[in-house]
């Protein structure tokens, strides 16, 4: 079973308008709910591709109620930590007119240390019968970001692998506990190693740092610019595919769930490069976040491209 722990549950909001203009009542042409937080998107997506997971994670009020309806709606198992707060509502502005789209995200979930160890407690009994874990994203209040060194180490004791995916300063912290992966984007990459990384040869430089010093094999995705992956011997560039683009909101989790559905079937991690760059092209056709339609990806599959690099 795959499991997904995410510390800071959220609904996404996307609101399409048609121009973004300050200081006055800007109507949507379309108001849609989605799932958010990397790993419950990454969760979202190995729905839509039929393969099951066990989300675990805090959770408060309704926001969070909703969250653990929409992922059982979809035969995601669900054990959250219940807390105080309420689980994030974030907004997702896209503007019609191609300028962009922007999110706005919120934080209003606040844990306990009792809490914390509640949800280690849940983590460590769902090990037992775990292939992989997904995990990331900010953490709530009250959580230090030791808490994923924690979670990543516990895991890797065991031997199963890790798919990390945060920014700073969660990502170095997680980083020193050695996860499998991790997936930063053009901001977390940057954020990582303390300067803009805008080229794939900086990104290569990286990839092979961050490889060497902790043996975690860095996929790195920018955005409508593709992907490069650094692994053990091997790297990749994955130029993107040609798309209409709707939102990207949770592209980068389609990646985590596309790695993580390869190590559950015993694939080698390029079928998972592959499966996981499909799945974000496809999430780029719809406008809720991580949503996206197994056909979209099994189209995008065979035109994904993993050329050698380096
Ligand atoms: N504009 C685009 N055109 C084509 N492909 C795209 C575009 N945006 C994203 N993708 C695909 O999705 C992958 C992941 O996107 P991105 O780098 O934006 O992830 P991210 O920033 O982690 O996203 P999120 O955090 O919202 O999930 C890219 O490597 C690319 O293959
Ligand atoms: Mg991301």
């Not at 309806?69 to 019609?96: A, P, Y």
């Not at 995916?165 to 980083?175: F, I, M, R, T, V």
């Not at 020193?176 to 290569?204: C, H, R």
């Not at 079928?271 to 799945?279: D, P, S, V």
Request: with cysteine; aromatic share 6%.
């Amino acid at each position: 079973m795959i499991v997904t722990l995410t510390p800071n549950t959220s609904l996404d909001q996307t609101v399409m308008i048609p121009t973004f203009e300050l200081n006055r009542t800007i109507r949507a042409t379309k108001s849609l709910y989605g799932m958010a937080g990397k790993p419950t998107d990454a969760s979202w997506v190995l729905a839509e591709l039929g393969l099951p997971s066990l989300a675990l994670g805090f959770a408060a009020g309704a926001i969070g109620q909703k969250v653990e309806n929409m992922l059982r709606s979809r035969q995601i198992k669900t054990d959250f930590v219940q807390v105080d707060g309420e689980s994030r509502v974030n907004m997702v502005i896209i503007c019609e007119d191609g300028s962009g789209q922007t999110t706005i995200t919120t934080s209003s979930l606040e844990v306990h240390p009792a809490q914390i160890e509640a949800l280690l407690a849940k983590y460590e009994a769902a090990l037992d019968d775990a292939s992989c874990v997904v995990m990331g994203g900010t953490l709530p209040k009250g959580v230090s970001p030791d808490f994923y060194a924690d979670a990543i180490s516990r895991a890797r004791a065991r031997n199963i692998p890790v798919i990390f995916d945060a920014g700073e300063p969660n990502l170095s912290a997680g980083l020193a506990a050695k996860p499998s992966f991790i997936k930063p984007n053009q901001d977390e990459l940057s954020g990582l190693v303390g300067v803009p990384v805008s080229d794939m040869a900086t990104a290569y430089t990286a990839g092979k740092q961050i490889l060497d010093t902790y043996g975690t094999c860095p996929i790195m995705t920018f955005g409508g610019k593709g992907a490069l992956a650094v692994l053990p011997e091997r790297a990749y560039h994955i130029p993107p595919l040609k798309i209409n683009v709707v939102s990207a909101a949770g592209a980068g989790d389609a990646v985590l769930a596309g790695l993580a559905a390869s190590i559950e079937r015993g694939q080698p991690i390029e079928e998972g490069l592959r499966l996981g760059i499909a799945a974000a092209s496809a999430v780029c056709l719809m406008p809720g976040t991580a949503d996206c339609r197994k056909e979209d990806v099994e189209a995008f599959l065979p035109q994904i491209e993993l050329i050698p690099y380096g």
